[in-house]
């Protein structure tokens, strides 16, 4: 009568794919024995949000890396043109317009470099971006095995015998197989996290250098780390 439901649920194997509940079972669950179904359902909303909102966070990091490519081009343009104003210069053997040419295209080799520091530094928030997207999957997979979990308790303490065809050990696993997985996510993230720091810190410290010749070292937009 119910071997569909159950086969869906693959009774007695030891795969954590086993640790899910026929939500329909829950209908003959009284509302006022589901608390716990509610408040993990609610958790897994909020995991969901936060998956959506790591998504859009990684959209905005690569925008921002596209802008730093831009500025990056436009300083080799004007690295570029200021290398031809030297030698122009240059070939005028007048020493006031060598000297002034040379601090030019100094200035310019520092607006390149800081342009450059600044797409690697990007580059290294795409990074933490994804990793942070990772952790927030990974969460969301804990907020799903504990709703599995809290429903199969439900379904436990109404006595409904299809819930002695379920392993509770198995919701017990994946719950924990999918903790772990969030503990790596969240190494990981640090990990990024640090690389990212020192990217940006090596950009900043160059752009304060071309400041120093006068340049302009701007950015359009600062994201928070």
């Not at 800081?114 to 928030?125: C, D, F, L, N, S």
């Not at 819930?163 to 919701?171: G, H, K, P, T, Y």
Request: neutral net charge.
């Amino acid at each position: 009568m119910m071997g569909a439901a159950l086969s869906v649920a693959s009774v007695g194997c030891s795969s954590t794919r086993s640790a899910k509940v026929d939500e329909s079972w829950l209908a003959r669950v009284p509302e006022n024995q589901l608390s716990d179904v509610r408040e993990a359902q609610t958790q897994l909303r909020t995991a969901q949000d936060a998956v959506t909102r790591s998504d859009v966070a990684v959209n905005d990091a690569r925008r921002e890396l596209e802008v730093a490519k831009r500025n990056e081009d436009a300083a080799k343009a004007r690295q570029k043109a200021h290398d031809e104003a030297l030698k122009a210069a240059n070939a005028t053997g007048q020493s006031s317009n060598i000297t002034q040419a040379q601090a030019e295209l100094k200035s310019a080799d520092a607006s390149m470099s800081a342009a450059q520091a600044q797409v690697r530094y990007r580059e290294h928030a795409i990074k933490t971006m994804e990793a942070q997207k990772e952790l927030r999957e990974n969460e969301l997979a804990v907020a799903d095995a504990k709703l599995s979990q809290a429903e199969y308790e439900a379904l436990k303490a109404n006595q409904d015998v299809r819930a002695q065809n379920l392993s509770e050990a198995d919701f017990a696993s994946a719950t924990a197989d999918a903790q772990r997985k969030v503990e790596e996510a969240q190494r990981k993230l640090q990990s990024q996290q640090q690389q990212e720091r020192q990217a940006r810190a090596t950009w900043e410290r160059m752009r304060n250098q071309v400041q120093g010749y006068g340049g302009s070292g701007t950015e359009h937009k600062q994201r928070n780390p």
